[in-house]
């Protein structure tokens, strides 16, 4: 089992930055995959990047490729999302998840955090 918790979720004006943080407890958070997914109202989860269990190896959606970035801390069992240059598009609940690959696929991840609330204002 792994337990997910997200954090540093806010409402921020279109051009800023947030950094989200998710934390991991339980099953040995060096050897799983990370992703971040997030949700907008009335649409579907949809992928926003992946990292593997070293770091070394990142997937990025078109959408926030150059704009986003993921990285993690083992030695803390945390992954962040650094999110710049955020657009008003970018408001979404934001997940984290935990899997045993590197996929896009929001099926093939085994746990969820329960989300934090990313508002870009125009």
């Known amino acids: 089992q792994v337990q997910l918790v997200e954090s540093g979720g806010g409402l921020v004006q279109a051009g800023g930055s947030l950094r989200l943080s998710c934390a991991a407890s339980?099953?040995?958070?060096?050897?799983?995959?990370m992703g971040w997914f997030r949700q907008a109202p009335g649409k579907e989860r949809e992928f926003v990047v992946v990292?593997?269990?070293?770091?070394?190896?990142?997937y990025y959606a078109d959408s926030v490729k150059g704009r986003f970035t993921i990285s993690r801390d083992n030695a803390k069992n945390t992954v962040y999302l650094q999110m710049n240059s955020l657009k008003p598009e970018d408001t979404a609940v934001y997940y984290c998840?935990?899997?045993?690959?590197?996929?896009?696929?929001?099926?093939?991840?085994?746990?969820w955090g329960q989300g934090t609330q990313v508002t870009v204002s125009s």
């Open positions: 998840a935990a899997g045993n690959r590197i996929t896009i696929a929001t099926g093939e991840y085994d746990y």
């Open positions: 339980g099953r040995t958070f060096s050897s799983i995959a």
């Open positions: 990292v593997s269990w070293s770091g070394g190896v990142t």
